[in-house]
């Protein structure tokens, strides 16, 4: 399976402020998404990044509050915007590799929003 | 309904134990079935895929029935490495690979 980096591990930031995370794979994949997972819950799927174009949002996710990049085929960039202590969350990326259907996710970047 | 239905236990076994989890879907035509592991403060790992025929993987065996739209996880000689939590998730039905995860199964191995 690929090898998924994210950057920042974890960040503190304060509300009404932005943070962007990066997820790095180490091959070409086909599908990479944004998930969250809050304190306690399971995962939830934010948007699907689309290479060269815009992302597909799941419902109750916006691109004003999640504005999602995806440049080429091994990065994709996820910003919350305008934080507030209800994004306290991790966030994750996962990918599907070429040839496959399985999905292997990346290690997650704590967010806690004060 | 939720789309995709756990017990969140937790299951407290002893070590050399065999346990097993259920899972139900809502979606008649979901399409790949798999079973996640997660450790706590960690990120999902695939444990194994769940396939029509039903499949095992060491001591690890996956069950899927699709008439009653249910999954099952039966664990084998429960390790203490074994305790965490098993996420059953669904393949919607759709163009691209949604995955649906249910809220997960905390299994606890005791020596």
């Known amino acids: 399976s690929a090898v998924i980096s994210q950057k920042p591990s974890r960040d503190i930031c304060q509300r009404g402020t932005s943070l962007t995370i990066q997820c790095q794979v180490d091959?070409?994949?086909?599908?990479m998404f944004w998930y969250r997972q809050q304190p306690g819950q399971s995962l939830t799927l934010i948007a699907t990044a689309n290479q060269g174009s815009e992302a597909t949002y799941e419902s109750g996710f916006v691109i004003d509050k999640f504005p999602i990049s995806r440049p080429n085929l091994t990065f994709s960039t996820l910003t919350v915007s305008n934080m507030s202590p209800e994004d306290s969350s991790i966030y994750l990326c996962?990918?599907?590799?070429?040839?496959?259907?399985?999905?292997?996710f990346g290690p997650g970047t704590r967010l806690t929003v004060t | 309904r939720k789309e995709v239905e756990q017990d969140p236990g937790p299951f407290n076994v002893p070590e050399g134990a065999t346990v097993a989890f259920n899972c139900t879907y809502s979606?008649?035509?979901?399409?790949?079935f798999f079973w996640y592991r997660q450790d706590c403060r960690k990120e999902p790992k695939l444990l194994m895929s769940v396939y029509s025929s039903g499949n095992e993987d060491g001591r690890f065996t996956a069950q899927l029935n699709r008439a009653s739209q249910y999954i099952s996880l039966l664990i084998r000689d429960s390790k203490l490495s074994d305790s965490a939590t098993y996420l059953c998730v669904v393949q919607a039905n759709t163009g691209f690979q949604k995955l649906v995860f249910g809220t997960g199964t905390r299994l606890l191995v005791s020596p």
């Open positions: 996962s990918v599907v590799g070429i040839g496959t259907y399985e999905q292997y």
């Open positions: 979606n008649s035509a979901s399409q790949s």
């Open positions: 091959s070409q994949v086909t599908m």
